[in-house]
């Protein structure tokens, strides 16, 4: 066991003794070492003007993505590099190409948002180096900008693009000196402390589980895209909280199944769902911003039973399970039997999700559906999930699971019914439309009335339809826009 | 010939804004930035829990028991007046003294040594309240009989009524606008410095550090001059920061006093958002008589504004919705009347285009109605009620340099708008899930203060010994390229590059009475006051040149990086050094007031106007019929701004306010619970356009062959406010995607924000 947690910073080697579970990462930069460019816009990972980016050692290598400050807790920087805009430079020391054609092409207004959004497309421009409009509007999904209405910002980032240079970028040249150094940095569990708030960070699974034992009501902390906010937002107190982040990153797919880490993120995920359940895959794109992708967890989504969940209606959809281990106890769950009611779940004190098991039903039609005020990072009104097994023109299986609907991600068990051994028509899905209705009894607030949330949840059933049927004519917004 | 170079920055050039490198390596300064004085103290707000009622009790014991706490503010700590309306109608508290009028109006203040510790304490208060009746929005508060904040204001020209009566069609309709938050990415935030005697300096993200010095001193108790204001650049305005930090100043200076210790104060997004005042929420009235072929006969109107709980902006903002309830159209016969009324909610405040776009957007909606009830095509209606030159508005203020008639026939042509129209009625008539709409809407946008003593300003130049320039006028950067624009015109004046120009921050102790930068004015008046400071600098040096090269005054020029006189041609940097040593002044403060302008409240009458800007949108839609979402297909502008100073500035201004308009009219919507609480109070819940949301095609145009008719600073037009208005092409084009269920028979009457719930629900009743 050791006392410190170690992370590089900009180059160069942290490390920190009194360290409390709810300091940020945010705070640390700005008050502790007065990197004053990274921002505070929001400190609840919607703006991204606390952008930077955290490099850390995965299977594929040392891999630099864009976080939120404001919600990244600092002890779960163990092992990992963070970069803030202070460390960006060109290959002569100047602008980095990124800030170059932000300037340029007069990205920068009030300038506020800027170093957020340089450290995004900086992001994107050394994992992607042909990334299009679309590409860049995607790695943005999580950066306001208030001012220029992101014209400029996304020709600057094209340009940028253009102007390539990826291989002599200063984190590219020194990644495997970085990459040597953040392995040594790994090892034993963490324990950390400050005026009474503990953090754990446990060595490896098992050590979670033992720690887990020991501290049933720790509280679990993988992304923090979520126990960021009761910290930012509701200033609860989270300790003892121990850190998870770095744990359970193993996928595969194994018999038609993903099986998935829960520490893996959506990101991590998402070329895999792409793949092998590729009619989800612009859902998996428009679950939170990318910050928020990449360090969200797909086993956290799941265990904090939001009633909404951008996961889980498709994957209950899917027919997903769950590994749930308390010490060194498995056991498996049908995911739509872990969510009993609105703030409970079937997790007795001190288990965990361990993996995430998600039937890929080749065979299927399948359709996620994701309905907010706003396209991209914003929180679900209504969430679908359609799984539908089709033969002989009969609908043999049908599971139709909807999240916004009720106090947890749910089924609609009238409407299954409506389509379960019906004829793949139209009239069969009208029939399912209307038997929505009696399935759920939503909720009316800011995000939608019941009313909306009803109407629009029986227009997905005939939104699903068309999609599999030829009308001749498009039914998605993007192909009637050809974007 | 040296005039062939030319300086860098000169003026109707593209020039990059002069912090764009701070901008994009993180080093440009904002108040929380700033390098903090030893001993900082930091202040945290604590919030009302109740929408209107009595305070019957305030317990700090557990907030100023925890780690850290120095004291708690209230009410009875305030040394002067307790008070920050920027009207003098003392109905702004800066705490709740024994009433709450909004669930979230500050009460008390906690000082402690650190945020955290300031933000977490502030929370254990324990405030009890007798709760009594609210009303949130502005029927329910007349019906309630809450009355004004401020005085109504009617505007009216010819007999609306006769006019009514006799026009062949007459429509009526209510209209609901929804509000908007600023959401500046930097938040409110202010640092007070004590000084000696009475003295403080406050660092403070403000549009209006005059009257943060004003307040300041208001609430001290002490003269102006013992309160310095200073402000580098504000992340993000809006409107936001003209009134709104006064409040959040005036704690920090307190403090600052009390305890002799530097205090900063920076409310969390939530907190700034419940406690700050936003775009007015309106519900209006309409009545619009016409003749068969669309032609308004006459309007009439009532504008009712959820002003919130005080007035604070509300007088100019709603009569400011007036002054634009013809958009661009001539009213023949008019009466339109205001109604600032008192809510039980934040007070509403300025908001970029102040008032305008509300009055601008009920226009449009008239003259769709028109077209949808004669079955023409809305732009018909649109260019047949154009004002032409020498035609009245309702303020009886004479129109006469109307180009919208060359914006509408080049933008018709630039975006092949009547074959795409035709496209879109052909789509919809497939039957499709996926329907299309275009509109094209104009503005025509009123530039200048309608209070005619805020349209002065002040600049101070000094030109150092060694030829370089430190800049300053009262204006402030809050990312619209001011400062940019303003160098641009002292580095053309003096012929020197932009380079040798520093734009230093603004300070209230170098430029004094600045009006708030505000009201798009800031390049206008600002410009034209450090031209002023400028050519007075140059008129000493002519004359000290053509003394000391024995050349005639008008043989003396000023060339690129160097002033020519006769045959001699020395460098500027020399002529300086020469003039500093012949002991001539180098240094200038210019001032400059708007002229021609006069407004009488009283009988509605007057110009408060020096000149108009224009402009043109087409937006072209898609709406999923399905669920009620929509992308913005294409956009294209043609905007009036007169000669640019800086086109690629004034682009950025056009696109980023075409956005931010599209912004308030689809997914930005603010919403209230029961109790009176503000839940959209955070960019979680609150949803502002992203990069995604912006038009997948969008082309922007300055009508570059536009040149302001009046002495504008060197025939450029004010650009902030009115592209903003240009947004409205995207909320009618949706309307027309869900009137294709009708068959275009009737305007599907929208409220705004028309977010995905309010266009599916629409279409859902039209689908019957």
């Known amino acids: 066991m050791t006392p410190a947690l170690r992370f590089l910073l900009n180059g160069r080697p942290v490390e920190l003794t009194a360290v409390g579970a709810s300091d940020t990462l945010l705070d640390f930069l700005r008050i502790d070492r007065r990197l004053t460019g990274t921002k505070e816009g929001c400190a609840e990972g919607d ?25 990244r807790f600092l002890a779960s920087c163990h092992g990992c590099h963070v970069v803030t805009v202070e460390h960006l430079r060109g290959p002569d020391g100047g602008l980095h190409p990124i800030q170059a054609a932000m300037v340029e092409y007069h ?101 979670l589980a033992a720690v887990l034992e020991d501290e049933p009501k720790a509280t679990i902390i993988a992304g923090a895209t979520d126990v960021g906010l009761w910290v930012t937002k509701f200033m609860r107190d989270i300790f003892p909280a121990v850190f998870i982040g770095h744990l359970m990153k193993g996928k595969r797919v194994e018999g038609g199944e993903i099986r998935l880490g829960a520490g893996v993120t959506y990101s991590e995920a998402a070329a895999l769902i792409g793949q092998h359940v590729p009619a989800a895959y612009d859902y998996w794109l428009r ?86 005020k706003r396209r991209d990072s914003d929180i679900t009104a209504v969430a679908a999930g359609f799984c539908l097994s089709v033969e002989n023109g009969i609908i043999s299986g049908a599971r139709v699971a909807f999240g916004g609907m009720a106090g947890i991600p749910k089924r609609a068990a009238g409407a299954e019914a409506a389509l379960q051994g019906q004829p793949f028509a139209r009239e069969t899905f009208e029939v399912a439309a209307r038997a929505v209705a009696d399935d759920f009894t939503p909720l009316s607030d800011w995000r939608a009335s019941a009313d909306y949330r009803r109407t629009v949840a029986a227009n997905l059933f005939r939104r699903f339809w068309l999609e599999q049927t030829e009308t001749g004519l498009p039914v998605r917004l993007h192909e009637a826009v050809g974007a | 010939m040296k005039d062939e ?106 000082i402690a040594e650190t945020r955290d510790g300031a933000r977490r304490a502030a929370h254990k208060a324990r405030i009890t309240y007798d709760v009594l009746p609210h009303a949130l929005d502005p029927l329910a508060a007349r019906d309630a009989g809450m009355g004004y904040v401020t005085d109504p204001l009617t505007l009216k020209r010819g007999d609306a009524d006769a006019g009514m009566a006799a026009a062949p069609h007459v429509i009526k309709g209510r209209f609901s606008i929804g509000g908007q938050d600023h959401f500046y990415l930097e938040g409110q935030i202010a640092m007070a410095v004590p000084g000696e005697d009475e003295d403080v300096t406050i660092n403070v993200s403000t549009q209006h550090p005059s009257e943060v010095q004003h307040m300041v001193a208001h609430v001290l108790g002490c003269q102006n001059n013992a309160v310095v204001v200073n402000v580098r650049r504000m992340g993000g305005g809006f409107g936001g920061k003209e009134t709104q ?214 600049a101070l130049i000094h030109v150092y010994n060694d030829g370089s320039i430190a800049l300053n006028h009262g204006g402030c950067e809050m990312g619209q390229g001011l400062n940019t624009k303003v160098a641009q015109v002292v580095a053309e004046a003096f012929q020197c590059d932009i380079g040798n120009i520093k734009i230093t921050r603004t300070t209230t102790e170098k430029v004094p009475n600045t009006s708030a930068t505000a009201a798009s004015s800031g390049t206008d008046l600002n410009g034209m006051a450090a031209l002023d400071a400028a050519e007075q600098i140059k008129a000493r040096l002519v004359d000290f040149v053509a003394e000391r090269w024995q050349q005639p005054k008008e043989e003396v020029r000023f060339v690129p990086g160097h002033i020519r006189a006769g045959d001699h041609e020395i460098p500027f940097r020399e002529v300086i050094a020469a003039a500093y040593m012949a002991r001539i002044h180098l240094s200038a403060a210019g001032f400059y007031k708007t002229p021609k302008i006069h407004w009488d409240r009283a009988t509605g009458r007057g110009r408060p106007f020096y000149y108009y800007a224009y402009g043109a949108a087409v937006s072209e839609v898609s709406v999923d019929t399905l669920t009620g979402e929509y992308v913005i297909d294409r956009t294209d502008v043609i905007h009036d701004v007169g000669r640019s100073l800086n086109p690629a500035i004034d682009k950025g201004q056009v696109e980023g306010a075409f956005v931010q308009g599209a912004g308030w009219l689809t997914t930005e919507e603010l919403w209230w619970d029961d109790k009176g609480r503000l839940r959209t109070h955070a960019p979680s819940t609150y949803k502002v356009p992203l990069a995604s949301d912006r038009p997948r095609v969008f082309n922007v145009r300055l009508a570059d062959w536009s040149e302001a008719t009046e002495r504008t600073i060197k025939r450029s037009k004010a650009v902030g406010e009115p592209p903003f208005m240009l947004g409205i092409s995207v909320f009618e084009a949706i309307n027309m995607a869900v009137a294709s269920f009708s068959g275009y028979r009737e305007h599907p009457r929208l409220d705004a924000p028309a977010t995905p719930e309010r266009v599916l629900l629409a279409i859902e009743k039209l689908r019957g």
């Open chain 2, 245 to 458: 930090m006064n409040l959040f100043s005036c704690v920090a200076a307190i403090a600052a006093k009390r305890w002799n210790r530097a205090v900063k104060i920076r409310p969390d997004r939530d907190d700034d958002m419940t406690a700050t005042g936003k775009r007015h929420d309106f519900v209006v009235d309409y009545e619009v008589g016409f003749d068969d072929t669309g032609k308004i006969r006459a309007v009439r109107g009532d504008w009712y504004a959820r002003c919130g709980f005080s007035a604070d902006l509300s007088g100019p903002v709603t009569d400011r919705a007036l002054f634009h309830c013809d958009n661009a159209y001539f009213y023949p016969d008019v009466r339109v009347s205001s109604h600032p009324m008192k809510t039980h909610t934040v007070s509403n405040t300025a908001f970029r285009g102040f008032g305008g776009p509300q009055g601008v957007i009920v226009a449009e909606r008239m003259v769709e109605e028109i077209a949808y009830a004669l079955g023409l095509d809305p732009l018909e209606v649109r260019k047949r009620n154009l004002y032409e030159n020498g035609q009245l508005t309702p303020y009886h203020q004479e129109v006469n340099d109307q180009i919208l008639p060359r914006i509408f026939e080049e933008l018709e042509v630039s975006s092949d708008y009547h074959s795409r129209r035709q496209a879109v009625l052909d789509w919809n008539a497939k039957g499709g899930v996926i329907r299309k709409g275009i509109a094209i809407t104009p503005v025509k946008f009123g530039i200048s203060f309608t209070a005619t003593w805020f349209n002065q300003a002040g």
């Open chain 1, 107 to 207: 990205g920068s207004q009030c300038g506020f948002c800027t170093p957020g959004i340089v450290m995004a497309l900086y992001g994107l421009w050394m994992s992607n180096p042909d990334a299009g409009a679309t590409d860049i509007e995607t790695a943005l999904q999580g950066n306001i900008c208030r001012c220029t209405g992101y014209e400029p910002i996304v020709k600057a980032a094209l340009a940028a693009g253009r102007a390539g240079g990826q291989a002599a970028d200063a984190l590219a040249v020194e990644r495997e000196l970085v990459a040597a150094k953040l392995r040594d940095m790994r090892g034993e569990r963490v324990e950390l402390s400050k005026g009474g708030e503990r953090a754990i960070i446990p060595a490896d699974v098992d050590d």
């Open chain 2, 5 to 110: 170079t030319i300086i860098r920055g000169q003026v109707h050039q593209d020039t990059i804004h002069d912090s764009a490198i701070k901008h994009v390596t993180g080093r440009a300064d904002y108040t929380d930035d700033l390098a903090e004085p030893y001993g900082l103290l930091h202040a945290y707000l604590g919030l009302s829990q109740c929408a209107h009622g009595l305070i019957t009790g305030m317990d700090f014991t557990e907030t100023l028991a925890h780690p850290g706490v120095v004291g708690v503010l209230t009410a009875k700590d305030i040394p002067g007046v307790n008070d920050v309306s920027p009207n003098g109608k003392d109905d702004d508290p800066i705490f709740a003294d024994g009433e709450v009028l909004f669930w979230g109006q500050p009460v008390f203040a906690v």
């Open chain 1, 47 to 71: 703006c991204g003007a606390c952008t930077v980016l955290v490099g850390r050692l995965t299977d594929d290598g040392l891999v630099y993505e864009p976080v939120n400050a404001c919600i």
């Open chain 1, 287 to 372: 679950i939170g911003g990318w910050q928020v992708r990449n360090m969200g967890t797909i086993g956290a989504n799941i265990a904090n039973g939001s009633p909404i969940g951008d996961t889980p209606p498709l994957l209950i959809a899917l027919g997903a399970r769950i590994v749930l281990r308390k010490g060194n106890a498995w056991r498996e769950v049908a995911l739509e039997d872990f969510f009993i009611d609105y703030g409970k779940q079937d997790r007795a004190p001190g288990e965990f999700v361990e993996e995430v098991i998600i039937p890929t039903r080749p065979q299927a039609r399948i359709a996620a559906y994701k309905i907010s």
